[in-house]
């Protein structure tokens, strides 16, 4: 189910051996790794304890789960880690912490949004060259044609004398 377990083990804080024997029935699920398990993930608490109903919850509050069964995003332990870094930061209680992490996470967004904002300036501004060039392109046409105009006309002036062609 999952590509890389790592990240999964590091939110729940248990080794490769231990997932294992949870797996194949060898040991009981400790409480702290079923409590993470079940605010962290968006995995059925029923279908944990029984195996019976849907492996994923189909609810609303999955969106604040901080781990997506199958997102290859939370499958990466750097992610993992850092979530889980929050998720402690979050539920200490220090009031100057959480102030931090929300300023930096606004921060961060709010670069990321001015990144996005920059990069699709950056392709408007290049459709608007190549508008621009192509722009260019047909005035100098148009001036090319006009002055070819000109020169005919001037060419029929200097031939016609009082309204008569010579």
Aim: charged content about 30%; proline content about 2%; hydrophobic content about 35%.
């Amino acid at each position: 189910m999952y590509n890389n377990t790592a990240g999964f083990l590091a939110l729940l804080k248990i080794s490769q051996a231990s997932l294992s024997d949870y797996e194949y029935n060898k040991t009981i699920i400790s409480g702290e790794a079923m409590i993470s398990l079940i605010q962290n993930t968006d995995i059925n608490v029923d279908w944990l304890l029984t195996g019976k109903g849907k492996m994923i919850r189909q609810s609303p509050e999955c969106d604040t789960c901080i781990y997506k069964v199958g997102d290859p995003l939370y499958e990466d332990p750097v992610v993992a880690e850092l979530l889980t870094a929050a998720r402690k930061i979050l539920k200490s209680g220090n009031q100057v912490a959480r102030d931090a992490l929300k300023r930096n996470i606004e921060y961060f967004s709010k670069a990321i949004d001015a990144e996005k904002n920059l990069s699709d300036s950056r392709a408007e501004l290049s459709e608007t060259k190549k508008r621009l060039n192509g722009m260019e392109d047909r005035l100098a046409k148009l001036e090319e044609a006009l002055s070819r105009k000109k020169c005919s006309a001037k060419d029929t002036k200097e031939h016609v004398v009082y309204g008569k062609a010579i």
